[in-house]
């Protein structure tokens, strides 16, 4: 494979732009603690953070699996005055300020919310500052990730199959249980791997809306930005494996986000 | 017995057509691409909407926009076969067999359709995936996916036209044979006419949303009465009316033929018998008239020749006389057909 030549202006602004990325990545390699990563990262509050992480993520997911894929099968199918601007409203969080997010979530489910003080006075819930306030802040983050990614593979998939299997005598259960749902799987199976990434890194709605509890809100990012003041080895450390952890999911997904050519 | 009446606006496709199909016959809906062939066929499954319906299977009504009742798709006793095969790919050939059975709850599902993939040959593809098919096996499958639900009705969208000509004959043959075995009403949709002569008792002519003309097949052949089904068989077809002997053809040309009897007619006149000259002919011919060449193809010894003119018609001659009269475009050419050459039918 011959390359084409590229003029050096462009060149030299391309080498830069990658080193913007590589550079910090080859100061965690450096910078990692080598001699005490397995104490950083064994330390009681960082396999706490970490436990929770895993905990609030995929409860995040599950939950917007549950949740997108019907609001999915709604806007890729549905016709009704205003679907746009709902669409386009659940889909701001993508390019709100996280922090905004959090603000919101305080505003409409915090103890003296619009819903939340409903809920506290009529059930005594009170959702702020709880592990379901950060699965909550992290589904609100998260999930637009996989609702478009399901919208798009149902709007792509060929509906003719539909029809063949209504014709075998499948009532509407069936046909999306045994046939719209395989069919679709490729593009759910992605929207669940990134809105997971997006839920494990989310931060900014989690401690505006969750705070920074140990063991009920704190995790893993916001034990790396606390860790950072005091332990700056178990940040670096930690921050390497969350950097893994992202790197196999874009190997996860690597034939939506990586040529391969 | 099925009973048909549909009518919808689809698009630009305004259709109203109603087709009936007898339990021993297998009826071929036939007509040019766009007349709405398919759209009829997923009207009767349900698959589309119906501005105003009548469909009828075996006695029981599964639609009528007058009553409203609208039996749907997955509950009408209907097998279809589809244009692609539409094999579900995520699922092995037997399941895809025995996917109809499983969703009416029948136990033996895998059983039943284990015995169908072996009735049309492919029993040892049953674990295999629907990708690892050659086309016209594909087709087969889907044959046996819409028999094995023993439908009361079965209707066939252009089964044979997404394969290649070795696999069409391969899957026409098999066609056969379970079209024949099967007892219900069957109902083809195509655009070929060989498919259609090859499989079917009987033709319905489909042409912009209406049918222009049914009955068995050599009798459509013989006598046809669309553009269509004339340009299918290679004859020239005229319309107009007839009196004491003499048609008045549409654009203003008479023919002159025999037992025409009075009244609105179509004629037909077959290539062979136009004959081409330079100058008058002299003679019997009783139907002569001037026109100009538009275009000339020979295929193989023969030549088709387009004259245009007071009355359009094309002409059947041998590659020599096309030489001999030195037969180009924009040629000037004077055209005779006998009386007894016209055939004539009551439009």
């Not at chain 2, 066609?175 to 109902?187: N, Q």
């Not at chain 2, 004629?267 to 011919?285: D, F, L, M, Q, Y």
Request: proline letters at 5%; glycine letters at 8%.
């Amino acid at each position: 494979m011959t390359s084409e030549p590229i003029p050096r202006p462009f060149a030299i602004l391309a080498g830069l732009a990658a080193a913007l990325f590589l550079l910090p990545l080859v100061g965690l390699l450096v910078r990692f603690p080598f001699a005490d990563a397995v104490g950083a990262l064994t330390s009681p509050e960082i396999v706490t953070a970490a436990w929770l992480s895993v905990v609030t993520s995929l409860s995040a997911t599950a939950l917007s699996i549950v949740l997108g894929v019907p609001l999915a099968i709604v806007y890729a199918r549905a016709q009704f005055r205003g679907l746009r601007v709902i669409r386009a409203l659940t889909t701001l969080p993508m390019v709100l300020p996280p922090v905004v997010g959090g603000v919101a979530l305080l505003v409409a489910f915090g103890r003296r919310g619009l819903v939340g003080q409903f809920l506290d006075s009529a059930f005594g819930i009170r959702i702020p500052f709880t592990t379901a306030a950060a699965v909550l802040a992290a589904t609100f983050v998260a999930m637009p990730f996989l609702v478009l990614t399901v919208e798009a593979g149902l709007r792509s998939m060929d509906r003719r199959y539909e029809e063949a299997a209504r014709s075998l005598g499948a009532d509407r259960w069936t046909v999306f249980r045994r046939v719209t749902l395989p069919l679709v799987a490729p593009s759910l199976y992605a929207g669940a791997v990134l809105c997971w990434a997006r839920a494990l890194g989310e931060f900014g709605a989690t401690i505006t809306f969750a705070g920074n509890v140990p063991g009920s809100t704190q995790t893993l990012p916001l034990a790396v930005y606390l860790a950072l003041e005091t332990r700056p080895d178990a940040a670096i450390a930690l921050s390497l494996v969350l950097l893994l952890l992202s790197l196999i999911v874009l190997v996860a997904l690597r034939d939506r986000y990586l040529p391969t050519t | 017995m099925l009973s048909a009446q549909i009518r919808l606006h689809l698009g630009t496709l305004d259709l109203d057509a109603t087709i009936e199909a007898a339990q021993d016959e297998i009826v071929a809906l036939l007509g040019p691409n766009g007349a709405g062939k398919t759209t009829f066929l997923r009207a009767v499954a349900g698959l589309v909407r119906s501005d105003r319906a009548r469909v009828v299977l075996d006695d029981v009504v599964l639609e009528d926009t007058d009553l409203g009742v609208r039996v749907p798709t997955e509950r009408r006793p209907i097998g279809i076969v589809f244009q692609q095969h539409l094999l579900f790919p995520h699922l092995t050939v037997l399941e895809n067999v025995a996917f109809g059975l499983q969703a009416r709850h029948r136990r033996d599902a895998r059983v039943a359709a284990a015995r169908w993939l072996e009735r049309v040959g492919l029993g040892k593809y049953a674990n295999a995936r629907p990708s690892a098919l050659s086309g016209g096996e594909a087709q087969r499958v889907a044959l046996a996916r819409a028999l094995a639900i023993d439908p009361r009705l079965l209707l066939l969208d252009e089964p044979l036209s997404a394969l290649d000509a070795t696999a069409r004959v391969e899957v026409r043959r098999e066609l056969r044979r379970h079209l024949a075995s099967f007892s219900g009403a069957r109902l083809l949709v195509t655009h070929d006419p060989l498919e259609a002569a090859a499989l079917a008792d009987r033709l319905v002519i489909l042409e912009s949303g209406r049918v222009v003309q049914s009955g068995p097949v050599d009798e459509v052949t013989r006598h046809p009465r669309s553009r269509f089904v004339a340009d299918l068989v290679g004859v020239n077809l005229l319309r107009g009316r007839a009196e004491s002997g003499v048609i008045a053809v549409e654009g203003g040309q008479q023919i002159t033929a025999l037992d025409a009897d009075d009244g609105e007619v179509f004629a037909v006149i077959h290539p062979r018998s136009v004959a081409i000259h330079r100058v008058h002919p002299e003679g019997t011919p009783r139907n002569v008239w001037r026109g100009t060449v538009r275009s000339v193809d020979l295929i193989g010894e023969r030549a088709r020749v387009a004259i245009g003119g007071s009355l359009p018609i094309v002409a059947e001659v041998t590659a020599s006389s096309v030489r001999d009269l030195d037969l180009r475009e924009h040629a000037e050419v004077w055209l005779s057909v006998k009386a007894a050459e016209v055939g004539v039918y009551p439009a």
